[in-house]
Every structure is written in structure tokens, then in C-alpha cells.
């Protein structure tokens, strides 16, 4: 059974940093692509970051570029995401998600698993 299980969410203030984790199991983690969105009420789910099977390659949103970093450990099953200078536009539900496909996935319909989520939320 395909399981991703993501944590670390809650309330921080602006310019505060969160460390989201995504567990896996059910599949062989190293096989596939790893990416987070974020989704808002209302809003389509966005793409915010993705990382290479073996780590080697990762690609941001450009509104999360160098306030964000992604990566894994296939040993762990786990991708990570480090959220610094958080703002409150970064308010939203993260989800990870796992692609089998190689190259760079920026859009959600790439992604086969998908996490339940975990709230963030960005006070000013």
C-alpha cells in the first residue's frame, strides 16, 4: 500500500522558518521524482519544488527560489523541505508527491502518489 505521510506544518510568524518531512512507503523511493505543492482555498494546487531520484537535481517556483530548499534521503524514504523567511503568501496546505518519470515535474497532474498534507500557516 502507497503511503506518503508529511509533518512539520503549523503557525509560525513572518520571516520564521518550518521544516516540512515526507515519509514513504509502499514503493521504491529511489525510482521516483519527489515534489511539493501548496494548495489555498479556491486556488489550483501550484508547484513549489522538485528533486531528482538521487538528489542531484532540484527545481524551484520562482516565488519560493532562495527561501526554499528541497531534499531527500532514499535511505529514510524521506523528502524534506526547508522553508526560511517565510511570508504570508506561503500560507497553504503542502503536499509531497511522488512521480516515476524522469526530467523536471512542475504540474500536479505528473505526479501518481499523493501525500494527505500539512497545514502552513504564515501570521504577519
Known amino acids: 500500500q502507497v503511503q506518503l505521510v508529511e509533518s512539520g506544518g503549523g503557525l509560525v510568524q513572518a520571516g520564521g522558518s518550518l521544516r516540512l518531512s515526507c515519509v514513504a512507503s509502499?514503493?521504491?523511493?529511489?525510482?521516483?521524482?519527489m515534489g511539493w505543492f501548496r494548495q489555498t482555498p479556491g486556488k489550483e494546487r501550484e508547484f513549489v519544488a522538485t528533486?531528482?531520484?538521487?538528489?542531484?537535481?532540484?527545481y524551484y517556483a520562482d516565488s519560493v527560489k532562495g527561501r526554499f530548499t528541497i531534499s531527500r534521503d532514499n535511505a529514510k524514504n524521506t523528502v524534506y523541505l526547508q522553508m526560511n523567511n517565510l511570508k504570508p503568501e506561503d500560507t497553504a496546505v503542502y503536499y509531497c508527491?511522488?512521480?516515476?518519470?524522469?526530467?523536471?515535474?512542475?504540474?500536479?497532474?505528473?505526479?501518481?502518489?499523493w501525500g494527505q498534507g500539512t497545514q502552513v500557516t504564515v501570521s504577519s
Open positions: 508527491a511522488a512521480d516515476r518519470s524522469v526530467g523536471i515535474r512542475t504540474y500536479a497532474y505528473d505526479y501518481d502518489y
Open positions: 509502499g514503493f521504491t523511493f529511489s525510482s521516483y521524482i
Open positions: 528533486i531528482s531520484k538521487i538528489g542531484i537535481t532540484t
